[in-house]
């Protein structure tokens, strides 16, 4: 006599997985002595906070280096072993040493291999003079602390792309002049989709214009899970 089976009732166990969503590619914000602290806070204290994992890039892991701002930084990695497809995001912030030497030409190297795998770079002051001095920024449209400040650099033959504006996104690269890290910031954060537009923008009113009719859109956000 045949009997027919059951289907037992699904356990715990056997409940189909459901995949969690992908974690970003860290960020990487390169730090090198004389590193002007104050150009990038918005941004990696941001993006850490919306998930997205900040490691540090110097010349050689574990090899300290001493801000503008007299803050020492132990880097996570060393430069030489940074690979675009690894990343989200280099960020290069200014440093008086891009303009008393070509001692940190090896980042400004390092952002012409992200830029040509597809990976996006963001620059800040003087950033941007080292990428002119790579020729990166002949290609793109581009921003810096002023004109005449790139026009000094050697190499340099993007003039016709300079853009007078806080910062600027062409394709893969970002840039901004030293007075703008909240623009710069936002740049960012809308390359990497880190808030919907209407977030980001009352992100940018309230940081930058201290408005306070953007808060009430943030909290609004962030009682959402979008901020």
């Not at 803050?71 to 060393?78: E, K, T």
């Not at 009113?205 to 959402?224: G, I, K, N, Q, W």
């Given at each position: ?168 996104t062409d394709g893969d690269l970002i840039t901004a002049g030293p007075t703008e890290p909240v623009a710069f910031a936002r740049e960012v954060f809308a390359r990497l989709d880190v808030y919907g ?31």
């Open positions: 006599m045949k009997t027919t089976g059951t289907t037992p009732a699904p356990s715990a166990t056997s409940a189909p997985c459901v995949p969690s969503a992908p974690t970003p590619r860290p960020v990487h914000l390169a730090v090198y002595d004389t590193y002007a602290d104050w150009e990038t806070g918005h941004t990696t204290a941001h993006l850490t906070q919306r998930g997205h994992r900040v490691r540090t890039v110097g010349f050689a892991a574990g090899a300290s280096v001493t801000t503008m701002g007299g803050v020492r930084i132990q880097p996570d990695l060393a430069l030489a072993d940074l690979s675009p497809e690894d990343s989200s995001l280099l960020i290069l912030t200014g440093a008086s040493l891009w303009d008393s030497g070509d001692e940190l030409a090896p980042f400004a190297a390092k952002a012409r291999e992200f830029l040509a795998a597809g990976v996006p770079v963001a620059a800040i002051c003087g950033a941007t003079a080292g990428l002119a001095r790579e020729g990166l920024l002949d290609a793109y449209a581009h921003t810096s602390a002023a004109a005449a400040y790139l026009a000094r650099q050697p190499g340099y033959a993007g003039t016709g792309r300079y853009v007078e504006a806080d910062a600027v537009p209407e977030v980001l923008d009352a992100w940018y009113r309230l940081f930058h214009d201290s408005d306070a009719s953007a808060f009430p859109v943030l909290m609004a956000a962030a009682e959402r899970g979008d901020a």
